[in-house]
Nanobody, 118 residues
Framework: QVQLVESGGGLVQPGGSLRLSCAAS????????MGWYRQAPGKQREMVAS???????NYADSSKGRFTISRDNYKLTVDLQMNNLKPEDTAVYYC????????????WGQGTQVTVSS
């Protein structure tokens, strides 16, 4: 079992910055994939950024140039630095852990609210 706890969400003005952090605990297997997803009201959940246990990174088009994902395999944390935030970034952000060996398994955090508004 894996537990994921997000922190760092809140209210920020357009153009501002926010840093989200996800702390993982439990039995962590490698290889794995960790990432951030978000879901806005009335929208599908979408991938924001992901990073493998070896450091390979994938960003959504909307995240490129503004967001930076990183992980610390010793602390078991995954951070998302978000800069130049826009109102359309408003959503609940979820931390995700994917176990990539059989049996595959997905784990999710409880979510943290990010609101971008003036």
């Amino acid at each position: 079992q894996v537990q994921l706890v997000e922190s760092g969400g809140g209210l920020v003005q357009p153009g501002g910055s926010l840093r989200l952090s996800c702390a993982a605990s439990g039995t962590i297997f490698s290889p794995n994939l960790m990432g951030w997803y978000r879901q806005a009201p009335g929208k599908q959940r979408e991938m924001v950024a992901s990073i493998t246990s070896t450091g390979a990174i994938n960003y959504a088009d909307s995240s490129k140039g503004r967001f930076t994902i990183s992980r610390d395999n010793y602390k078991l944390t995954v951070d998302l630095q978000m800069n130049n935030l826009k109102p359309e970034d408003t959503a609940v952000y979820y931390c995700n852990y994917k176990k990539l060996i059989i049996p595959r398994r997905d784990y999710w955090g409880q979510g943290t609210q990010v609101t971008v508004s003036s």
